[in-house]
């Protein structure tokens, strides 16, 4: 069904035509329950989204449009273990590794739920040992550092989620992330290491991913350089994968190997053991609470009335933003330093899943899709890209992130930071009329045509959206949720634009032709298999690289 030929859609239609002359400062000034009625609350986590270009009359309509493209059977669809990867024939289930009820869960009717908890229980274990000194590497030295070894899903989230819950790390172990191909990076995380207290995570469910295999090779190569043998690997590197023949030829354990699904995507896996590295930063107990926080916004997700459900109401905004008001970006703004990566996680996350032109029915679309996602750190963007989004000519919704009370930061600090958060947030809806500006600048000597320009010049137009989402604090239980609401907003989006929000052939084309291209500058494919340009860039890089 294409949703912009519903009832609805026309309803939307009319209603944005109806409002985008109006200005959301004045809807403030005549609506005093504003911010109370556009705020929503669920898992500890509390959306004023009031500063949108929305009446309640637009959100029901969105609401209706939710409904009619079928996003409550799509959400149960999802977990209840259904085929909804139509394209790779399969069922999307990185809500199951989090599950945290007694309900079984069924994928081709075998109930995945025993094995997941068998690998929680596996990692639980390991990580213990590893904390507790149990687990020691071959000449009786316990481990101290790890590197985990992976990259996109396998490294973006366990990184990102290890560095936003800073305040939690263990003191006893401090890990290591690695993803780039570039030789620069493995090399100067392992020079700094010493090989006898190091532990080498490689996470790739193929086992044959070509940047994480080539740096687990480095790795292995300064493993012996060291000293240590074939017969001392099994103490020192570990796997999670599903080739496990891969992974036991290459010297691990097998008791060393952590196992993956087919129905969890990459960018999806950190709460399977891809997130192993967390568990072993933070200890188990602080990642079985992120668990407990994603299952908790699942189950938001699955019981709230749309009107009330968090997921839904961020979806339906972007959709009203896309549509409307050719928002092409949507801009993360976390007011807080140890969340610093979370826009480039949602960055994956949401345009890999619904970065599409073809829909689920093997039809190019002729709408927009997925937008744009980035952002930084707060107050950093204030004094550089947030003049864009002030005056520039474009819309672009944010979501303003900040918690209330924050680990490792004095109060004056804070309540700078709060200022800086919620003050941008005023000022884009806000703005500053001319006749504010010409007034500002009376006395100050100009002249009146001077006056007048610069007044101009200084105007901002305000009516610029964005959803301002705080929490008491960032724990691992509210960093859990925070995690799953950005994800089920995807699964929203996805749905209404009739997309498949979990396969990615666009990067797996990228990963063929490099490998490729990798056969060609090593010898093995002749240079007329390649375009002219491609060919020459390999002639130039070899003839660099000749002694």
């Keep these: ?271 399977s053991a891809i997130g192993l590295p967390i568990a072993l930063a933070l200890g188990f107990d602080n990642f079985n609470a992120m668990l407990d926080g994603a299952h908790a916004m699942d189950e938001h997700f699955v019981s709230a009335p749309l009107e009330q459900n968090i997921p839904v109401i961020l979806a339906t905004l972007g959709v009203w933003y896309r549509h409307f008001f050719d928002g092409q970006s949507q801009v993360l703004l976390p007011y807080y330093h140890y969340l610093r990566g979370l826009p480039a996680y949602i960055q994956q996350l949401d345009m890999e899943s619904n970065g599409k032109s073809v829909n689920k029915d093997g039809e190019r679309v002729d709408y927009a899709t997925g937008p744009i996602i980035w952002g930084s750190e707060g107050t950093n963007g204030q004094h550089s890209f947030h003049q864009l989004i002030h005056q520039g000519a474009g819309l672009m919704p944010i979501d303003f992130i900040f918690p209330l009370v924050a680990d490792n930061s004095d109060a004056t600090h804070h309540a700078m930071l709060a200022s800086n958060c919620f003050g941008q947030a005023q000022a884009l809806m806000q703005g500053k009329a001319y006749e504010d500006c010409y007034a500002d600048l009376e006395n100050k000597g100009l002249e009146e045509d001077e006056r007048r320009a610069l007044a101009e010049h200084k105007t901002m137009p305000g009516n610029k959206p964005s959803n301002t989402i705080t929490f008491e604090k960032l724990d691992p239980f509210t960093l859990g949720a925070l995690i799953a609401m950005y994800e089920h907003k995807v699964h929203v989006q996805g749905t209404i634009w009739h997309l498949n929000s979990y396969d990615q052939w666009g990067v797996e084309l990228g990963k063929v032709l490099g490998n490729q291209v990798l056969s060609g500058i090593d010898g093995n494919t002749a240079l007329s298999a390649f375009d002219h340009s491609t060919a020459a860039l390999i002639t130039k890089f070899k003839q660099a690289n000749t002694q």
């Design 1 to 271: 069904m294409n949703f912009m030929q519903t009832p609805e859609w026309t309803t939307l239609s009319n209603l944005a035509n109806e409002i985008k002359g109006q200005h959301m400062r004045d809807w403030f000034a005549a609506e005093p329950s504003r911010a109370q009625d556009f705020t929503v609350s669920a898992c500890g986590i509390e959306i004023d989204y009031s500063k949108n270009r929305i009446t309640s009359s637009v959100m029901q309509g969105l609401f209706d449009l939710a409904k009619a493209c079928k996003v409550e059977e799509t959400r149960d669809a999802m977990f209840a273990g259904e085929i909804i990867n139509n394209t790779e024939g399969r069922a999307v289930l990185h809500t199951a590794l989090r599950n945290k009820s007694d309900k079984p869960v069924y994928v081709d009717g075998k109930d995945v739920m025993p094995e997941v908890r068998a690998t929680l229980d596996k990692m639980a274990a390991f990580v213990n040992d590893i904390h507790s000194g149990r687990h020691l590497g071959y000449t009786g030295k316990p481990i101290k550092h790890v590197v985990s070894i992976g990259i996109g899903g396998s490294f973006l989230g366990p990184k990102i989620m290890t560095e936003a819950l800073k305040p939690y790390q263990t003191d006893t172990i401090n890990v290591h992330f690695v993803a780039n191909v570039d030789g620069c990076h493995i090399n100067d995380v392992l020079n700094a290491l010493d090989h006898e207290e190091t532990l080498i995570v490689m996470s790739s469910k193929s086992f044959t991913t070509q940047e994480t295999l080539q740096n687990t090779l480095t790795a292995k190569s300064w493993f012996f350089s060291k000293g240590g043998t074939q017969e001392d690997i099994a103490k020192h590197f570990i796997a999670i994968s599903s080739n496990v023949a891969a992974a036991t030829e290459f010297g691990i354990a097998k008791e060393n190997i952590f196992p993956m699904w087919d129905w969890v995507g990459g960018r999806y896996s950190l709460w």
